[in-house]
């Protein structure tokens, strides 16, 4: 059974930086690829980032270009996104997910954390 934890969310203030963390169990970590989504209150579910099995190539949602990373680590199972310069449109509760598709789109993973709040102070 596939399980993904994330962690590593919390408050800061506008300007500051996170690194969120998701810890993969339950299937082979470095034949999926990963992602990152975030959900705003009254907003739908949006992409963020991900990033191939082996690493070597990423995209970003055009909100987050030049401020975020996402990386991973095959030999710990988890996934990494880096976020500075963080705005209060920034708040969201952050999901990481995994899958067979390196892709943009929601449908194209199949395991989902269960999310982990960033909140962004003014």
């Known amino acids: 059974q596939v399980q993904l934890v994330e962690s590593g969310g919390g408050l800061v203030q506008a300007g500051g930086s996170l690194r969120l963390s998701c810890a993969a169990s339950?299937?082979?970590?470095?034949?999926?690829?990963m992602s990152w989504f975030r959900q705003a209150p009254g907003k739908e579910r949006e992409f963020v980032a991900a990033?191939?099995?082996?690493?070597?190539?990423?995209v970003y949602a055009d909100s987050v270009k030049g401020r975020f990373t996402i990386s991973r680590d095959n030999t710990k199972n988890t996934v990494y996104l880096q976020m500075n310069s963080l705005n209060t449109e920034d708040t969201a509760v952050y999901y990481c997910?995994?899958?067979?598709?390196?892709?943009?789109?929601?449908?194209?993973?199949?395991?989902w954390g269960q999310g982990t709040q960033v909140t962004v102070s003014s």
């Open positions: 997910a995994s899958g067979r598709i390196y892709s943009v789109y929601r449908n194209s993973y199949d395991a």
């Open positions: 339950g299937r082979t970590f470095s034949y999926f690829a």
């Open positions: 990033i191939t099995r082996s690493g070597g190539n990423t």
